[in-house]
């Protein structure tokens, strides 16, 4: 396994740390951009565990931290769901630019939005994965929900999220207000696969079928029985690893040429 520590710039000239995992001495399946949750990072046990389970699959996965988050530059506080988004495009220019463009997206919790938000500004990209995903980018608005007021009234408030403090701004809230995830679904025009666990505390199973509603096939569900929304559990993060692996075989650069040389 090849581990490459590497930066790229977004479009704000923000240096954003990232990590690219390829397949020593084989061409890769295909290079997958994962997204990580919100506040998340990069290292967060279940982005790095289903990265090693794909990349033991032959894929390249590149994964990174938002602004602001883990090892990136930029202030949090001054990012929105909208930057979110603007730093995966850049990330997939970066790999298009210096490997090969994502055939695939994957995207863990608000990362899920994100990625669905995504996926039409990077035509190369063949098939989603959303992971735990909300239907909208204000479901994460829970999170701070005792502080709305302060934030409506001052314009920013400290918040604790999973332990830790984030400033949140009222730029953030109005931008995840702004945003309506449906279009985006149903015009996705990629093959659509979602991951969801129906004991979730955090992103309830509700939002999975709305996002299966709204899209148009080809879109598959798989259930995560007796999972948490962090996929604490090794065994679901290697699951959902197995699962996507097989499912990618449609839709990855050795599928298409297998399919091109066997058509029956």
């Known amino acids: 396994m090849t581990q490459e520590k590497l930066t790229f710039a977004n479009e704000h000239g923000h240096q954003l740390s990232a990590r690219l995992d390829t397949p020593d001495e084989r061409v890769p399946r295909g290079f997958i951009l994962f997204a990580h949750c919100f506040t998340g990072s990069k290292d967060v046990l279940a982005a790095a565990r289903i990265a090693k389970a794909l990349w033991l699959r032959g894929f390249a996965v590149f994964r990174f931290d938002f602004t602001g988050l883990g090892e990136s530059e930029g202030e949090f506080a001054n990012t929105t769901f909208s930057s979110n988004v603007d730093d995966l495009v850049a990330a997939a220019a970066y790999l298009r630019d210096n490997h090969d463009a994502p055939a695939m997206l994957i995207g863990h919790s608000l990362g899920g939005a994100a990625v669905l938000a995504a996926a039409g500004k990077i035509p190369e990209a063949r098939a989603v994965c959303t992971i735990g995903a909300p239907a909208e980018p204000e479901h994460v608005a829970h999170h701070f929900a005792d502080h709305l007021s302060t934030i409506e009234d001052e314009g920013e408030a400290e918040v604790a999220i999973g332990g830790r403090a984030f400033k949140i701004k009222k730029s953030f809230i109005d931008d995840i207000e702004s945003h309506r995830l449906d279009k985006c679904?149903?015009?996705?025009?990629?093959?659509?696969?979602?991951?969801?666990?129906?004991?979730?505390?955090?992103?309830?199973?509700?939002?999975?079928?709305?996002?299966?509603?709204?899209?148009?096939?080809?879109?598959?569900?798989?259930?995560?029985?007796?999972?948490?929304?962090?996929?604490?559990?090794?065994?679901?993060?290697?699951?959902?690893?197995?699962?996507?692996?097989?499912?990618?075989?449609?839709?990855?650069?050795?599928?298409?040429?297998?399919?091109?040389?066997?058509?029956?």
């Open 185 to 264: 679904v149903a015009g996705l025009q990629k093959a659509l696969l979602i991951f969801h666990s129906p004991i979730d505390s955090t992103v309830g199973i509700e939002n999975a079928r709305h996002i299966y509603e709204a899209a148009r096939h080809p879109k598959s569900f798989v259930t995560l029985d007796g999972a948490d929304h962090m996929l604490t559990n090794r065994a679901d993060a290697y699951y959902v690893a197995e699962v996507i692996s097989a499912w990618a075989n449609r839709y990855d650069e050795t599928g298409s040429r297998k399919e091109r040389r066997d058509p029956d």
